[in-house]
């Protein structure tokens, strides 16, 4: 409708304009005014016709419209195909929420982890668009970024935590110790004093600890010899 208004303005403003410079014409003949008329008359026609078109355009919009089914139609037969409910898939959205909580806060174990996801990529509901990105490729990007899992270790005799801390298979850094000792701060009252058989876990370090304790084995200088 603003342009239909828009352009029978524009043709009042015509007809205005046009009648008023022909009054300031006094010496317009008959067959001028008449013909300024037909000219008149004729963009009056042109108009009219664009309406027409704009019309139909309109009646055409509105049908295509009033054709397409609404979201909530067009949602349910996107369910239907995977054989489920409105409120299946929100028990499914739930899971992988929480889910992606887990994973995102690194909760043990990756092996949990990564058995609930295997179990979301089996359920249908994962192939709805809401589902299959998150589910099929960013959580498994996740899961795969994280470090390997902690290990445990049994003390041998002549051990310490220097020792332990400086194997390759471990840290390959001695000065990573208090990583250790953090660790098993329930099993070790004095970390001078471990002793053989003793179940320790050994953490894996971030990439923030290993840069930190990396520098301390750069910069460390042993004392003179006496």
């Given amino acids: 409708m603003k342009h239909f208004k828009y352009i029978f303005g524009v043709f009042a403003l015509l ?9 300031q014409q006094e010496e317009m003949t008959t067959d001028e005014w008449e013909a300024e008329i037909a000219k008149l008359s004729q963009s009056k026609a042109d108009l009219s016709k664009k309406i027409e078109a704009l ?9 295509k419209k009033n054709a397409l089914q609404s979201y909530e139609d067009c949602q349910s037969e996107t369910y239907a195909m995977v054989g489920a409910t409105n409120a299946d898939v929100a028990e499914f959205s739930k899971k992988v929420n929480d889910l992606n909580a887990r994973i995102s806060s690194h909760q043990r174990t990756k092996a949990e982890r990564q058995a609930e996801l295997d179990a979301l990529k089996a359920s249908k509901l994962s192939a709805l668009p809401q589902f299959y990105s998150l589910v099929h490729s960013k959580l498994q990007s996740m ?8 290990i445990d270790y049994t003390v041998v005799r002549g051990d310490c935590l220097w020792r332990i801390s ?34 320790l876990t050994i953490p894996n370090l971030t990439e923030q600890e290993k840069s930190k ?10 004392a003179p010899m006496q």
């Fill in 55 to 63: 019309q139909s355009e309109v009646n055409a919009l509105v049908s």
């Fill in 166 to 199: 400086k194997k390759k298979e471990h840290y390959g850094n001695g000065f990573a110790w208090p990583k250790i000792y953090n660790a098993n701060r329930d099993k070790i009252k004095n970390p001078d004093l471990i002793y053989p058989n003793q179940m």
């Fill in 143 to 150: 899961i795969d970024a994280w470090p390997n899992e902690a």
């Fill in 15 to 23: 007809v205005f304009f046009s009648t008023s410079m022909l009054a």
């Fill in 213 to 222: 304790y990396d520098k301390l084995r750069a910069n460390y200088k042993p």
